[in-house]
């Protein structure tokens, strides 16, 4: 009588939790990269490309966030127009600097509280990790560092935050 075959484990990708029995497509780490200025992409994308370099199959995800503005009905109050082509803008420069460096990615844009925004499209899309930008040395003022990238690495229910700098090591906020 013939043993039966071992039954297969789970095994999990190291430190990203992505399964190994898992298709193609569900193997690869999803990184969120929420953007506000072309430059933010810049270490997200060293960040990624490292991954890629090690072997990991990696998505990245764009998401800019646009604050809330209430429809008054009045023309010329909150025209939103501007805002939104300049968005689009900023997602296809970013875009194209992820296509250059081989990555495949998606855009996102949305409006609303900058940190739940970005805590909820982290959620809603699956994604491991969510990638923002170190501050530079010498008190560089950078709009993901701080309270708010605190508050993100504090406050996420899904995905590990991530502060990736210039060479794309990425490491914890800082408490």
């Given at each position: 009588?013939?043993?039966?075959?071992?039954?297969?484990q789970?095994?999990?990708?190291?430190?990203?939790?992505?399964?190994?029995?898992?298709?193609?497509?569900?193997q690869?780490l999803?990184?969120?990269?929420?953007?506000?200025?072309?430059?933010?992409?810049?270490?997200?994308?060293?960040?990624?490309?490292?991954?890629?370099?090690?072997?990991?199959?990696?998505?990245v995800?764009?998401?800019?966030?646009?604050?809330?503005?209430?429809r008054?009905?009045?023309?010329?109050?909150?025209?939103?127009?501007?805002?939104?082509?300049a968005?689009?803008?900023?997602?296809?420069?970013?875009?194209?600097?992820?296509?250059?460096?081989?990555l495949?990615?998606?855009?996102?844009?949305?409006?609303?509280?900058?940190a739940f925004?970005?805590?909820?499209?982290?959620?809603?899309?699956?994604?491991?990790?969510?990638?923002?930008?170190?501050?530079?040395?010498?008190?560089?003022?950078?709009?993901?560092?701080?309270?708010?990238?605190?508050?993100?690495?504090?406050?996420?229910?899904?995905?590990?935050?991530?502060?990736?700098?210039?060479?794309?090591?990425?490491?914890?906020?800082?408490?």
């Amino acid at each position: 009588m013939q043993a039966a075959p071992p039954h297969p484990q789970r095994q999990d990708h190291a430190d990203h939790g992505v399964p190994a029995h898992a298709d193609a497509a569900q193997q690869s780490l999803l990184l969120l990269v929420p953007i506000k200025r072309a430059e933010d992409i810049i270490f997200g994308a060293r960040y990624a490309r490292r991954l890629q370099e090690w072997g990991i199959s990696v998505k990245v995800n764009l998401l800019h966030v646009t604050p809330a503005t209430p429809r008054t009905g009045v023309v010329g109050l909150g025209d939103s127009s501007t805002s939104e082509a300049a968005a689009a803008q900023l997602m296809q420069e970013a875009g194209l600097y992820l296509s250059r460096s081989h990555l495949e990615f998606s855009t996102f844009i949305s409006s609303g509280d900058v940190a739940f925004t970005i805590l909820d499209t982290a959620e809603l899309l699956g994604c491991h990790e969510v990638i923002l930008p170190a501050p530079k040395p010498r008190h560089w003022p950078r709009h993901f560092s701080g309270d708010l990238a605190r508050k993100l690495a504090r406050d996420s229910r899904s995905a590990i935050v991530l502060q990736a700098n210039q060479d794309g090591v990425g490491g914890p906020v800082p408490v």
